[in-house]
Nanobody, 119 residues
Framework: QVQLVEFGGGLVQPGGSLRLSCAAA????????MGWYRQATGKPRELVAV???????KYSDSVKGRFTISRDNAKNTVYLQMNSLKPEDTAVYYCNADIDGGTYYQDYWGQGTQVTVSS
């Protein structure tokens, strides 16, 4: 059984920073891409950032230059450093990972963590 456990959401003022983390736990043989998505109320889920096991990264245009994704492959953990936060960044943030639990690669999701940017 593989689980993704997220930490780090909360309430922050505009211009502030937050750091999200997501750890994959369980029977894990290999992890490919790990990333973050978000879903604001009434909107579809969207990609925020993704990082491959080789270190390549990709960001949505709306967060480029403000957010940084990083990974600790030894710990099967992915981080999202969010700086210069804006009210439009308010959403539930979900961790996602492509994990081989011993048979084949599957897509896993975290439980979601709320990020609210408001004064």
């Amino acid at each position: 059984q593989v689980q993704l456990v997220e930490f780090g959401g909360g309430l922050v003022q505009p211009g502030g920073s937050l750091r999200l983390s997501c750890a994959a736990a369980g029977s894990i043989f290999s992890v490919r891409a790990m990333g973050w998505y978000r879903q604001a109320t009434g909107k579809p889920r969207e990609l925020v950032a993704v990082a491959t096991s080789g270190g390549s990264t990709k960001y949505s245009d709306s967060v480029k230059g403000r957010f940084t994704i990083s990974r600790d492959n030894a710990k099967n953990t992915v981080y999202l450093q969010m700086n210069s936060l804006k009210p439009e960044d308010t959403a539930v943030y979900y961790c996602n990972a492509d994990i081989d639990g011993g048979t084949y690669y599957q897509d896993y999701w975290g439980q979601g963590t709320q990020v609210t940017v408001s004064s």
